[in-house]
T-cell receptor
Framework: AQKITQTQPGMFVQEKEAVTLDCTYD???????LFWYKQPSSGEMIFLIY??????QNATEGRYSLNFQKARKSANLVISASQLGDSAMYFC????????FGKGTRLSVIA | DVKVTQSSRYLVKRTGEKVFLECVQD?????MFWYRQDPGLGLRLIYF???????EKGDIPEGYSVSREKKERFSLILESASTNQTSMYLC???????????????FGPGTRLTVT
């Protein structure tokens, strides 16, 4: 079965600093997509960013960017200039049929 | 904006009761999904549907069934609720990304079900 691994169950970051959340995956698919979602304490899942395996450049969406290393099968999420509102669970997911999710990383931003 | 709604945010039921969790999306999405989320286990797929009256088992379908009579509505049914079904239940819907087949999923707010 396809597997998504998020090795950091919890992380802390100082407000205004950058933080990297790790995600690795296994796949034999020649073409695939990777997603990151944020889940605040209220419970809803919010789509953040998408990376296609054949995209030439790493995806960016505002303060979010993906450090995509295809050969290493990793798609780490980088959040720049952390804000208190970034405190949440973050999930990495890969297109299978349908999405396969990692177990998540809980990020806490400290003032 | 895509909107996915779930019938209840919080629900308390007794063991053995039949439980219906309703999910409605308003963007004409073909695909709909039901997940449960438990601490340390992430999201696990229960059932999904790619079309009306169509359903596919996910990773943990045991003890659940689903119904999709209309495109916008996907119901999760617990035929006889048990305490190990106490969980957060998340519904999602999606359209494929153009040209890739990728499914960007939009989620509802979740239903926290407690079975006593």
């Amino acid at each position: 079965a396809q597997k998504i691994t998020q090795t950091q169950p919890g992380m802390f970051v100082q407000e205004k600093e950058a933080v990297t959340l790790d995600c690795t995956y296994d796949t034999s698919d020649p073409s695939y997509g990777l997603f990151w979602y944020k889940q605040p304490s209220s419970g809803e899942m919010i789509f953040l960013i998408y990376q296609g395996s054949y995209d030439q450049q790493n995806a960016t969406e505002g303060r979010y960017s993906l450090n995509f290393q295809k050969a290493r099968k990793s798609a780490n999420l980088v959040i720049s200039a952390s804000q208190l509102g970034d405190s949440a669970m973050y999930f990495c997911a890969k297109r299978n049929t349908p999405l396969v999710f990692g177990k998540g990383t809980r990020l806490s931003v400290i003032a | 904006d895509v909107k996915v709604t779930q019938s209840s945010r919080y629900l308390v039921k007794r063991t053995g009761e039949k439980v219906f969790l309703e999910c409605v999306q308003d963007m004409d999405h073909e695909n709909m999904f039901w997940y449960r989320q438990d601490p340390g286990l992430g999201l696990r797929l229960i059932y999904f549907s790619y079309d009306v009256k169509m359903k596919e088992k996910g990773d943990i379908p045991e003890g659940y069934s689903v119904s999709r009579e209309k495109k916008e509505r996907f119901s999760l049914i617990l035929e006889s609720a048990s305490t190990n079904q106490t969980s957060m239940y998340l519904c999602a819907s999606s359209l494929p990304r153009l040209g890739t087949g990728d499914h960007e999923q939009y989620f509802g707010p979740g239903t926290r079900l407690t079975v006593t």
